[in-house]
């Protein structure tokens, strides 16, 4: 249909255009109707037909009349649309409906006509298949994670020595760094680098020789800062929350980044002074 | 079709999107037919859908009577859809190995929202046993195995086998006292089997000089177990013939059976 109207041309003349197609169209589904009706009588004049048909018709004898009233009081008890045959009957229904406890204890009427059925059983039908859905969605994620935790105590300043210090590296993901002057927090103490290379995601290695880390995935590498120097690693490793808990532990808290791109590496929290 | 625009009382921004949208290669193409309000359409949605083709064109009046099919077959059928879905569900928290097994049955009533999960597939389990046994018997009863239908019958006892070795392979994963001595006690029957049995008749024929050719290292049940006793080994198989062998097999089987019911003129009448 986009296809027909593009080529023609443009707007103000499409009007008048459709306008005419429009009553071409009317005509046309007019021609067809006209000749039905034109044929029909054509078929009933046909002198082979006619005189069978009037011949069978004529043979079959007339059914003889039933009695149209037996049937009447079984129908208005059964079902709910079909009134019943009296006026009286007719006008009492209403008012049964609206009063639902003046319903008789012999009324074997339905409750529910075919169509409130369907309704009832389709929504019912559709309310279990949503909340089966909905369960199955909720199934995938679990309650209980068998990770290890974001957070973690990891012992007290003096177990440390100085540099990098790689225990927590397999099981949390951080190496605490003891360094007696930060690049940006100009002071001695700890910080907690995130193990994730800025690069694609993989995990360096320490280089303890050349006191570097380095990712074996495509070459990145950090100085013992986190601050990256070579490869195509963009920016720096990220530094995690380090604070000191109540009972003097380290405590290291991967629920919180600092980026240095982002001037964050000055945050009290990115450093424990020791 | 551009004459009935035009004719629309009013069209908005609305009906002109409705026009597009419905004339897009894409709407065409996955909706390859009207509304199936004319004789035409009904007939182009039956036949133009792959699961809709799939019903016969027209059954006995018998054939849609509860009193007479039970509906057992079907429900055999719904049973083992509804075991697929849970069973594919369960498999997203289950490992299969001695260090993980029990741990993980017992997380999947605890650690995971909605822990009727495993008792769903359970008892879904024990109900298809018994509306596939409840299924044979009216078969039987109705005398409904008998020519032309012979073939089907066969099909059908092959699945009844499978689906009685899926309940037996599903049993040992929970990894309990239970499943553990029960696989045992069961699969000592493989044991006996006929010349493949370290214990069974003719075994003791099978030998080459004094070395025995079947022995508890290489005979049907180490074939079942994977193994000399029940362990890691069984444990792995069992799980891989209960989660992807023997449902494949019987998802073929059903493939066949459903086939041959209508090949063979449909649902059974009365006799």
Redesign the interface.
Known sequence: ??D??KPETPAPKVVPQ??E??AA?AASTRAPAAGATASAPATGANPAATPHATTTAAARPAPPPRPPAAPMPDLAGKTTNVASPGGAAAKTAPAAAAKATTRAADDTSPLLNRRAWMGLAWGAFSAASAAALA??G???????LNEPPQQFKAGLPNEYGMGVDERWKEKYGVWLVRTPDDIDQHASGFYSLSVTCTHLGCTPNYLSAENKFKCPCHGSGFRTTGVNFEGPAPRPLERTRIVLAEDGQILVDKSRHFQRELGQWTDPEAFLKA | MADTKTVAPQEGPGTRFWNWLTETQIWTSVFRHGRPDSDRNRVLVMLSNVFLHLHPVRIRKSGVKLRYTWCMGGLSFFLFLVLTFTGLLLMFYYRPTLEYAYTDIVGLREHVPLGIMREMHRWGAHAMVITVWLHMFRVFMTGSYKPPREFNWSVGVIMLVLTLLLSFTGYLLPWDQLAIWAITVGSNMARATPFLGHEGPGAQLLRLGDVPLIHAADDARFALLGGTFVGEGALLRFYVLHCVGLPLGIAVLMAVHFWRVRKDGGISGPL
């Open positions: 249909m986009a027909e109207s459709t306008g197609a429009t169209a369960a199955t909720r199934f995938m994620f679990p309650n209980v």
